[in-house]
């Protein structure tokens, strides 16, 4: 099924996006356990380590609204690159997430360039497991 509905969220996230420093906007939407849609875009920073990518603000969003689990993203960035999340991201979505967790690359239009797991994006992750059962 296309992910339509996680395309268009992230398409209006993109629209907030305040990237004054890169000019790179990027908007996600991700589908969480219970089907609810959450959305974020990237908010740079002048101090620029402190940045934000969309990515974790679209999870910050989900655990907010009481969101337990990640299932699906789309991210929507400008450009001829594929955009994928930056290694950080990869491990925040792990924190939420299974190496099953579809992930949606777009271009700045909506279009669906193409679609990875995260487990192809970080084998072998480290992650909650490695801390127990109760982590
Ligand atoms: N960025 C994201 O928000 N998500 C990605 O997947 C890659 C990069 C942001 C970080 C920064 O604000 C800008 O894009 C340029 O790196």
């Known amino acids: 099924m296309m992910p339509n509905d996680l395309i268009d ?5 993109r629209k907030h996006a305040y990237a004054p420093y890169s000019n790179f906007q990027v908007g996600a939407a991700l589908r969480d356990e219970t089907g609810r849609i959450h959305a974020g875009c990237n908010v740079e920073n002048a101090a ?6 969309a990515e974790a603000a679209a999870l910050s969003a989900m655990v ?7 299932v699906e993203m789309a991210i929507v960035g400008g450009g001829d690159s594929l955009i ?3 290694g950080g991201c990869r491990q925040k979505l792990r924190e939420f997430a299974t190496d099953d967790m579809t992930i949606h690359a ?5 279009v669906l360039k193409r679609t990875f797991m ?3 994006l970080l084998p072998f992750a480290f992650s ?6 109760s982590a």
């Open 106 to 110: 777009c271009d700045e239009t909506g």
């Open 118 to 120: 995260l487990g192809e």
């Open 64 to 70: 907010l609204a009481g969101g337990l689990r990640c």
């Open 128 to 133: 909650p497991t490695h801390l127990g059962p």
């Open 48 to 53: 620029f380590p402190q940045g934000v990518c």
């Open 9 to 13: 969220a992230a398409l209006d996230a």
């Open 84 to 86: 994928t999340p930056c």
